[in-house]
Antibody, heavy 122, light 108 residues
Framework: EVQLLESGGGLVQPGGSLRLSCAASGFTFSSYAMNWVRQAPGKGLEWVSIISGSGAETYYADSVKGRFTISRDNSKNTLYLQMNSLSAEDTAVYYC???????????????WGQGTLVTVSS | EIVLTQSPGTLSLSPGERATLSCRASQSVSSNYLVWYQQKPGQAPRLLIYGASSRATGVPDRFSGSGSGTDFILTISRLEPEDFAVYYCQQYGSSRYTFGQGTKLEIK
């Protein structure tokens, strides 16, 4: 059974930093790209970042580029998101999400963690 | 960057009725790589439809997806009480995901 368990959320002051972790199990972690997706309170889904299975390729939403860093440790089956220079606009539930491959280039998300809440406030 | 616009924002229907949700893309979606999710309050999203029309594992056959190019539809043939939720469409391109803003399906 696939499980994704996020941790590391909490309350942080504007301008501060936080590192999220996501422990994965139930699948061959290194074979799959992984995402972070966030959802502000009462709002829709916003894609944040993706990392390839090897960790060699990373991509970011414009809203977090230069402030957030996605990484992974395949020996520990763990995904990370380092978040710096946080602002109130970053307040959201952050989901760790496994890529679902289909067709010759299709990408969806077939498993999501339960989410971890990040609140940026003074 | 492709923008996905979902309509309506809120859809009020009764159990047993048919629901039709729309997702319109600002540019043609490559190879119909369009995905639909369902999200219930306090839960993570659930994969429903991929490739515009293929049901994910375990999804009831009352859910169907159709469309191509820039216009896509999610149809729920006969609403069950558990179907009232928020629905999102999503596309993938240029190494990034894009989500629509969601349609809330509420009980009338």
């Amino acid at each position: 059974e696939v499980q994704l368990l996020e941790s590391g959320g909490g309350l942080v002051q504007p301008g501060g930093s936080l590192r999220l972790s996501c422990a994965a199990s139930g699948f061959t972690f290194s074979s799959y790209a992984m995402n972070w997706v966030r959802q502000a309170p009462g709002k829709g889904l916003e894609w944040v970042s993706i990392i390839s299975g090897s960790g060699a390729e990373t991509y970011y939403a414009d809203s977090v580029k230069g402030r957030f860093t996605i990484s992974r440790d395949n020996s520990k089956n763990t995904l990370y998101l380092q978040m710096n220079s946080l602002s109130a606009e970053d307040t959201a539930v952050y989901y760790c999400a496994k890529v679902f491959y289909y067709g010759s280039g299709g990408r969806g998300i077939d498993y999501w963690g339960q989410g971890t809440l990040v609140t940026v406030s003074s | 960057e492709i923008v996905l616009t979902q309509s309506p924002g809120t859809l009020s229907l009764s159990p047993g009725e048919r629901a039709t949700l729309s997702c319109r893309a600002s540019q043609s979606v490559s190879s119909n790589y369009l995905v639909w999710y369902q999200q219930k309050p306090g839960q993570a999203p659930r994969l429903l439809i991929y490739g515009a029309s293929s049901r994910a594992t375990g999804v009831p056959d009352r859910f169907s997806g159709s469309g191509s190019g820039t216009d896509f539809i999610l149809t729920i043939s006969r609403l069950e009480p558990e179907d009232f939720a928020v629905y999102y469409c999503q596309q993938y391109g240029s190494s990034r995901y894009t989500f629509g803003q969601g349609t809330k399906l509420e009980i009338k």
